[in-house]
């Protein structure tokens, strides 16, 4: 059986979560900071990820999630440069 992960940040990590959650401009963003103060209020992220968001997750995605705000704080939740579908074509000008 997997061993259960538990998120405990610090004071100053759950007042910068929750400033996120509340009042950033990226909605992916304030869904990730939502998801996170889920797990610290004792949720597990596999149930945070099927049944604690408004559109379900895969569980990995959420575990992702987690790592990445672990090793580089609200910095690593950000969508880095060079994500996501390259355009098919480029339109002239």
Known sequence: MPK?????????????????????EKPYMREKAGALLKIAAGQSPHAVALHGLLKPRDPDAIYGWLDRYEAAGIAGLLVREGRGRKPAFSPSV
């Open 4 to 24: 259960r992960r538990y998120f405990n940040p610090t004071k100053e990590q759950k007042a910068e979560l929750e400033t996120v959650r509340d009042e950033h």
